[in-house]
């Protein structure tokens, strides 16, 4: 069965780091791209960062340069390494896996899309104070 677990948010102030993980069970990460997406009060949910099965990295352009993604496959884990965090990264963070295409490599640097990826975490949350 496969399923997605993410841990590692909190309170933190601004400035500070926070690593978000995504435990995944069910299948295996090398073979997948995978995502972190979030979605503040309000608004849509939105693209954060992706890894493909080669390891190649998207990123949101509001989150280069402070955020990282990566991924254990021994461990079955994906990682988002968030540092130089601002109010405005506060939201609901999910993990999500593109189970449809195998072996999976990017075509554009773009930031990921929400219809790109058919399996989803429960979220966690983030706030980021001033």
């Known amino acids: 069965q496969v399923r997605l677990v993410e841990s590692g948010g909190g309170s933190v102030q601004a400035g500070g780091s926070l690593r978000l993980s995504c435990a995944a069970a069910?299948?295996?990460?090398?073979?997948?791209?995978m995502a972190w997406f979030r979605q503040a009060p309000g608004l849509e949910r939105e693209g954060v960062a992706a890894i493909d099965s080669g390891g190649r990295t998207r990123y949101a352009g509001s989150v280069k340069g402070r955020f990282t993604i990566s991924k254990d496959n021994a461990k079955g884990t994906l990682y988002l390494q968030m540092n130089s965090l601002k109010p405005e990264d506060t939201a609901i963070y999910y993990c999500a896996a593109d189970l449809v295409r195998f072996r999976r490599s990017f075509s554009s640097l773009d930031p990921p899309q929400t219809g790109e990826y058919n399996r989803w975490g429960q979220g966690t949350q983030v706030t980021v104070s001033s």
């Open positions: 069910g299948f295996g990460t090398s073979y997948y791209a």
